[in-house]
């Protein structure tokens, strides 16, 4: 069993800047290498994916709403990935979740564990 932790979230004005992370917990050999994918969920919308990495680091994927702005990075000596978002929007608003799974895709069914979610709230 996988066990995923957001933190990092809060109150920011527009076009500030927050960085959430993610602390991956569990027995080692539930802890394969694991794509984790960041999604969020504004009220009265359907949860959307925002960015995605895998293990290596090396593909990543973004929502078109957040290219430019948002970065996913993991370090994987800390079991944590990363998600710094500069430049926020009103819009940006939402409780986001990261969430594990085996398969590299941005459909929310496909990821096997999520964590709790952390409430980000932009001003404007």
């Known amino acids: 069993q996988l066990q995923l932790v957001e933190s990092g979230g809060g109150l920011v004005q527009a076009g500030g800047s927050l960085r959430l992370s993610c602390v991956a917990s569990?027995?080692?050999?539930?802890?394969?290498?694991?794509?984790v994918a960041w999604f969020r969920q504004a009220p009265g919308k359907e949860r959307e994916n925002v960015a995605t990495?895998?293990?290596?680091?090396?593909?990543?994927h973004y929502a078109d709403s957040v290219k430019g702005r948002f970065t996913i990075s993991r370090d994987n000596s800390k079991n944590t990935v990363f998600l710094q978002m500069n430049r926020m929007k009103p819009k940006d608003t939402g409780i986001y979740y990261c969430?594990?799974?085996?398969?590299?895709?941005?459909?929310?069914?496909?990821?096997?564990?999520w964590g709790q979610g952390t409430q980000v709230t932009v001003s404007s």
């Open positions: 969430a594990a799974g085996a398969k590299d895709t941005m459909e929310g069914s496909q990821y096997d564990y």
């Open positions: 569990g027995r080692s050999s539930a802890r394969p290498r694991y794509i």
């Open positions: 990495i895998t293990w290596s680091g090396n593909t990543i």
